[in-house]
């Protein structure tokens, strides 16, 4: 049974910072991409960031050069370090396994619960 269970979201002020984890089970975590998505009211799921099974990483444009995408294999943790937060970044924040091992193009197999940011200005 794959399981992946986001965590670390909250409320923040513009400009501040946030980390989110994914803790997964149920896989061979080491294995597979993965990959965090976000939703904002209305608007459709969009792909935020991916890491692959070797560490290489693809950033949407918008949150380029201030969100991180990392991974812990050992902990079976992926995580998403978010700096420099607008307003623009509220959002569920989903964690996602991909269906291989390459960073981009990513396609989920399998989705997290979610876990809700606000970034309020």
């Known amino acids: 049974q794959v399981q992946l269970v986001e965590s670390g979201g909250g409320l923040v002020q513009a400009g501040g910072s946030l980390r989110l984890s994914c803790a997964a089970s149920?896989?061979?975590?080491?294995?597979?991409?993965m990959g965090w998505y976000r939703q904002a009211p209305g608007k459709q799921r969009e792909l935020v960031a991916t890491?692959?099974?070797?560490?290489?990483?693809y950033y949407a444009g918008s949150v380029k050069g201030r969100f991180t995408i990392s991974r812990d294999n050992a902990k079976n943790t992926v995580y998403l370090q978010m700096n420099s937060l607008k307003p623009e970044a509220t959002a569920v924040y989903y964690c996602?396994?991909?269906?291989?091992?390459?960073?981009?193009?990513?396609?989920?197999?399998?989705w997290g619960q979610g876990t809700q940011v606000t970034v309020s200005s």
């Open positions: 149920g896989l061979t975590f080491g294995s597979y991409t």
């Open positions: 996602a396994r991909g269906r291989g091992s390459g960073s981009y193009p990513f396609t989920p197999v399998y």
């Open positions: 890491i692959s099974s070797g560490s290489n990483t």
